[in-house]
């Protein structure tokens, strides 16, 4: 058994990694793997909540735009393919320490971007802590599916106390979780 990740990132992330500007993923945890190791990109189901009539009046194609940041056409194409699927895997090959520390985070943000994560200062502060360590996991070796895989199509590993047991994936993890490789091979 050959154990790789499967990590659930949003869309917006996705389409930045597929495009290749964003090679590093921030994250507050890193996998007891040595680098490299495989990880397949979940990309998760995030469409905006909205309920038009009851909450939202006025032009839909408008409106959409505006909240969700995408056409109506984009979002479709997006979600019709990617959303709530497995939309491609890359090599972890190296795991970086992050952290961001003010003595008064209000008014010493720099909202310089980290390079690489597409993310500001401000951003990693709020999403790790304030002198907080997290973890960047630089992604090499992309590649996105024509064809999305189904969580279906993986086994999830759950530690016991002799190892890890397969386990059927019931839903996408909330940040990363341990698999079996489909094919059983190792990292590239």
Same mark, same amino acid.
């Given at each position: 058994?050959?154990?790789?990740?499967?990590?659930?990132?949003?869309?917006?992330?996705?389409?930045?990694? &597929?495009?290749?500007?964003?090679?590093?993923?921030?994250?507050?945890?890193?996998?007891?793997?040595?680098?490299?190791?495989?990880?397949?990109?979940?990309?998760?189901?995030?469409?905006?909540?909205?309920?038009?009539?009851?909450?939202?009046?006025?032009?839909?194609?408008?409106?959409?735009?505006?909240?969700?940041?995408?056409?109506?056409?984009?979002?479709?194409?997006?979600?019709?393919?990617?959303?709530?699927?497995?939309?491609?895997?890359?090599?972890?090959? &190296?795991?970086?320490?992050?952290?961001?520390?003010?003595?008064?985070?209000?008014?010493?943000?720099?909202?310089?971007?980290?390079?690489?994560?597409?993310?500001?200062?401000?951003?990693?502060?709020?999403?790790?802590?304030?002198?907080?360590?997290?973890?960047?996991?630089?992604?090499?070796?992309?590649?996105?599916?024509?064809?999305?895989?189904?969580?279906?199509?993986?086994?999830?590993?759950?530690?016991?106390?002799?190892?890890?047991?397969?386990?059927?994936?019931?839903?996408?993890?909330?940040?990363?979780?341990?698999?079996?490789?489909?094919?059983?091979?190792?990292?590239?």
């Amino acid at each position: 058994m050959s154990k790789a990740v499967l990590i659930s990132i949003q869309p917006h992330w996705c389409e930045l990694i &597929a495009n290749e500007r964003k090679t590093i993923e921030v994250r507050k945890t890193r996998p007891n793997l040595d680098p490299p190791f495989k990880c397949y990109i979940y990309c998760t189901n995030q469409r905006p909540f909205l309920v038009w009539g009851d909450v939202f009046r006025g032009n839909w194609e408008t409106e959409f735009t505006r909240v969700s940041g995408y056409s109506r056409k984009a979002a479709e194409k997006i979600w019709d393919v990617f959303n709530g699927h497995i939309m491609g895997e890359f090599v972890c090959d &190296a795991i970086i320490p992050i952290s961001v520390s003010y003595s008064d985070p209000s008014s010493h943000v720099a909202k310089k971007e980290f390079p690489y994560t597409c993310l500001t200062d401000e951003q990693i502060m709020n999403y790790l802590g304030n002198g907080k360590e997290g973890y960047g996991w630089h992604i090499s070796k992309l590649m996105v599916y024509d064809t999305p895989k189904e969580l279906s199509e993986f086994i999830g590993l759950r530690k016991t106390k002799f190892g890890y047991a397969p386990v059927a994936i019931q839903r996408a993890p909330q940040s990363w979780c341990y698999v079996e490789e489909p094919d059983g091979g190792g990292a590239p």
